[in-house]
């Protein structure tokens, strides 16, 4: 089973819709959780954390449970800039484990 | 500003030929990675590293080499042995607040 595991998508959404992304990780015992995005041909950057009470950012809203052992990532009002692949990624001790990616685009 | 340098962003080369990828970091981050990325696929770990003169394989280390001699740099060696080389290689170092990753390289066999 792999430590990290995301739907591909890919997700095609029209202008204004709201979208949501899980990740499952299979180590319980994992510590801290990210969301990157990454445009195409460029390298992941840091979108943000996820907090155990969950945590928002503007549009963007990241949940953590522990219980099922899945990160979310929701997107409100969905704009053309947000196309790109958003990669979920897990802290077990000393290593990062990514998912391969969900691939979004933003329809106008 | 603090960040992770990789060089050169494209490079070419010929099959059977060694290249080094160079990454270098100036966040003080003791751990490091290398990683390959293609087309349509996740993140591959190659090598890593939690400290000077100390390095671990990942998932597809056959045919890579690294070196860590100063906690700065992390250089990749591709050697002829990696079969199927092109790719897009990232380089991260990480804190516990999650990894910071270079602009990556671009290689292609020609």
């Known amino acids: 089973r792999k430590e990290v595991e995301q739907d591909p998508g890919p997700f095609n959404v029209p202008e204004g819709a709201t979208v949501a992304f899980n990740c499952t990780y299979s180590?319980?015992?994992?510590?801290?959780f990210f969301w990157y995005r990454q445009d195409c041909r460029k390298e992941p950057k840091l979108l943000m954390s996820v907090y155990s009470s969950g945590n928002e950012d503007g549009r963007f809203t990241a949940q953590l449970n522990r219980a099922s052992q899945y990160i979310s990532l929701l997107i409100r009002d969905s704009k053309l800039s947000d196309s790109a692949t958003y990669l979920c990624v897990v802290n077990s001790g000393a290593q990062f484990y990514f998912g391969t990616g969900t691939s979004l685009t933003v329809i106008p | 500003d603090g960040g992770i340098t990789q060089s050169p962003k494209y490079l070419f080369r010929k099959e059977g030929q060694n290249v080094t990828l160079s990454c270098e970091q100036n966040l003080n981050h003791d751990a490091m990675y290398w990683y390959r990325q293609d087309p349509g696929q996740g993140l591959r770990l190659i090598y890593y590293s939690q400290i000077v003169n100390d390095f671990q394989k990942g998932d597809i280390a056959e045919g890579y080499s690294v070196s860590r001699e100063k906690k700065e740099s992390f250089p990749l060696t591709v050697t002829s042995a990696q079969k199927n080389p092109t790719a897009f290689y990232l380089c991260?170092?990480?804190?516990?607040?999650?990894?910071?990753f270079g602009s990556g390289t671009r290689l292609t066999v020609v």
């Open positions: 180590n319980s015992a994992s510590q801290s």
């Open positions: 991260a170092s990480s804190t516990r607040g999650g990894y910071t």
